[in-house]
């Protein structure tokens, strides 16, 4: 066990992944670097962040291949691949790019096992990173996460902290199923104490990352941390909250989230993805038609409003979900007028 | 070839903007009050400059991530587009865009790009509608080696041979796609793949001015008579890393001081224009000048302009609602 970033956690479960299986191999943009270049620098970058950075050293060209920026190719490469004897990773550097490419994971991956009668098993995970608060802008900046759970037969996995990361990416890659594997860009120097061996954190069970007896609060990758921040605060106020940090979103831990619903008979669900058919929306919908007898309040959701994200760092600041908001939702859901439970 | 003395000064002049913008971007961006990515064009202002002269604004052009070179080849305001990189009200796209989404349709700029490959469908479009409402425009995508392996790219040289637009496909040949370099992921080449298509093929030294304007002159003058599209690969260099903070360990050391030194698209213009005495070397330096003050008052009126206000987060997402 030692402290390891959000990166670092990332990159050795790749490694360990990799040792394990041979079959596992790695592909993307500049996953390497320095193919090509004048210099006979190798893996001059390690991916655009150096998330992937010295596996390339490693595990050499066969298993780390650079790819030309050609994603419809090479994700649809990976899924190919993977129906046929591999279990490749590819990495879409952001998820935005999922545009370039997106029928070979909506046509194609994700409907292989049901198309073909339960014959194929397609084990492919594609990496991207994803979220507001980096400047990034709008084609650099979204949260489509919603987007990939829509879709029968794919997974989903949105890892809040380095702990979470190397187990859910280890569980991922030994997955069967096509998994989207969402880092959030602003997290890669998060640290925490991870185990240095391998683990896996089995996909559809959600985390508790704390319980109280006031509201639940649902929160998604990068909001889980201020979840936590808001609850800490709360406490102070006398308003003890159970956080849930649902991990992957298809599957989704539905019993848990019912539960902790049933204890505290509020929710507040913190969705950093576009308003409209997002997480909060699904997570809503499913409280409210199997728990609705048990809330004392209706269901809040704080989410960035229905807009693409904006450049200047006001604006995008005003878009973002944050712990002030979630703070602030919560509080609102206390002083609504209550009825009575039987 | 005959060049108007008011074209070479307005394109020095141009190149000569591109460049002290870009430098001044690499100290700013240093300092840490630029957010986001910026992708820096130096280097490669002959490129920009050489084909947009050829351009009104009644001509569509369509740019890439390293986008303000074209931007300012455009004609679009420098004072404009500082504040947008930093973000501020006053910026071209009232800061909502960045260095990567800077537009100006008034002067016949589709935008920056933050997608690879996202121009050239773009500019089939726009090259339709030039094509439909007969007001003899062309229309030019700018975009990269990188960028030439996307399948929308392959697609947008299909379609607009097929549709016989008067579009203008400019491959800014860097060598670099990121830290990777094109003769490792692209196969074949430019040409081939061009003549793939049935498609006129030039190429020009870009870090010429001379090169890129004769040849961008025949190029854009074939498009705009409706004779078809036309691939133009350009080769030129990038002097810094792929985007600010990139220590470019890829490439050998000495490269780009070699480029800096033997490359250089405003010393190979200086030169050429004084020893054959088509402009006076005090007007080049009358230009620098000019040119340092406007940068400098770009950069002290962005830092100096008003945030966006709150409202405007919300406004523009559609046309009506
Ligand atoms: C669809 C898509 N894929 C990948 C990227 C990430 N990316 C941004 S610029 C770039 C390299 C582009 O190379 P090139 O087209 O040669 O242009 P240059 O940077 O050399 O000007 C890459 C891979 C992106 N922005 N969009
Ligand atoms: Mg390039």
Not at chain 1, 208 to 215: A, C, F, K, M, Y
Not at chain 1, 263 to 272: A, H, I, K, N, S
Not at chain 2, 44 to 64: F, M, P, Q, R
């Amino acid at each position: 066990m030692s402290k390891k970033s959000f990166r670092q956690a990332i990159n050795e479960a790749l490694r360990q992944e990799m040792r394990r299986d041979p079959h596992v191999v790695l592909m993307g943009e500049d996953i390497a670097g320095g193919q090509g270049g004048t210099s006979g620098v190798t893996d001059a970058w390690g991916g655009v962040l150096g998330v992937t950075k010295g596996l390339y050293t490693e595990f050499g060209p066969e298993r780390v291949l650079d790819t030309p920026i050609s994603e419809a190719a090479y994700i649809g490469a990976a899924a190919g691949a993977a129906a046929t004897g591999l279990r490749p990773v590819a990495e879409l550097m952001f998820v935005d790019f999922i545009g370039s490419c997106l029928d070979q994971v909506l046509n194609q991956a994700a409907k292989f096992r049901y198309m073909f009668g339960g014959k194929a098993r397609t084990p492919m995970v594609i990496r991207a990173m994803y979220g507001a608060g980096f400047n990034a802008a709008a084609q650099h900046s979204q949260s489509l996460y919603p987007l990939f759970t829509h879709i029968p037969g794919l997974k989903v996995v949105i890892p809040s902290s380095p702990y979470e990361a190397k187990g859910l990416l280890i569980e991922a890659i030994r997955d069967d199923d096509p998994v989207i594997f969402l880092e959030n860009k602003v997290m890669y120097d998060d640290e925490e104490d991870v185990p240095d061996e391998a683990y896996t954190i089995p996909f559809g069970e959600a985390n508790l990352t704390r319980e109280g007896q006031d509201v639940t609060i649902v929160a998604i990758g990068r909001m889980v941390g201020m979840a936590n921040e808001a609850a800490d605060r709360l406490e102070k106020q006398g308003i003890t909250c159970t956080v849930i940090d649902p991990r992957t979103t298809s599957p989704l831990d539905e019993q848990t989230i019912l539960e902790c619903v049933a204890e505290t008979g509020r929710l507040v669900v913190v969705d950093e993805s576009s308003p409209r058919c997002n997480m909060a929306c699904d997570i809503s919908a499913l409280v409210a038609e199997q728990a609705f007898h048990t809330l004392k309040a209706p269901i809040k959701r704080v989410v960035p409003p229905h807009t693409p994200v904006p450049f200047s760092t006001p604006l995008e600041k005003l878009y973002m979900p944050s712990a002030d908001k979630i703070e602030a939702a919560v509080k609102s859901l206390m002083k609504q007028h209550t009825h009575e439970v039987a | 070839m005959q060049i108007a003395r008011d074209v070479l000064l307005q394109s020095y002049r141009a190149m000569r903007t591109i460049r002290v913008f870009e430098e001044r971007l690499h100290v700013e961006f240093a300092t840490g009050e630029i957010p986001g990515f910026v992708h820096l064009y130096c280097g490669e202002e002959a490129s920009a400059v050489g084909v947009c002269a050829h351009l009104s604004e009644n001509d569509t052009i369509a740019s890439t991530h390293r986008g303000h070179g074209h931007c300012i080849a455009k004609g679009v305001d420098v004072g404009g587009m500082m504040a947008e990189i930093y973000g501020r009200q006053t910026g071209v796209c009232r800061g909502k865009g960045g260095s990567m989404h800077i537009a100006d349709l008034s002067k016949g700029m589709l935008g920056a790009n933050g997608i690879v490959g996202g121009g050239p469908p773009l500019i089939c479009g726009a090259a339709l509608s030039h094509k439909t409402l007969k007001d003899n425009g062309v229309a030019v995508a700018f975009y990269g080696d990188g960028a030439s392996n996307e399948g929308f790219t392959l697609e947008s040289l299909n379609l607009a041979t097929v549709w016989k637009l008067p579009a203008v496909f400019v491959v800014e040949d860097n060598g670099y796609g990121e830290a990777t370099g094109s003769s490792y992921a692209c196969a074949g080449t430019q040409k081939d793949r061009a003549a793939g298509f049935g498609m006129k093929y030039l190429e020009c030294d870009g870090t010429d001015f001379f090169s890129v304007y004769e040849t961008a002159g025949e190029a854009i003058a074939h498009a705009r008579s409706g004779k078809g599209p036309v691939m133009l690969h350009v080769h030129l260099s990038r002097w810094y890393g792929h985007f600010e903070g990139d220590a470019m360990t890829y490439r050998a050391a000495g490269e780009v001081a070699r480029e800096k030194e033997t490359r250089d698209c405003l010393n190979i213009f200086r030169d050429k224009v004084t020893q054959t005495s088509l402009l006076d070397p005090t007007a080049l330096d009358d230009i620098d000048h000019a040119v340092d003050d406007e940068v400098e008052s770009a950069v002290q009126a962005a830092k100096a302009a008003p945030w966006p206000e709150d409202k405007a987060l919300m406004a523009d997402v559609y046309v009506s609602y």
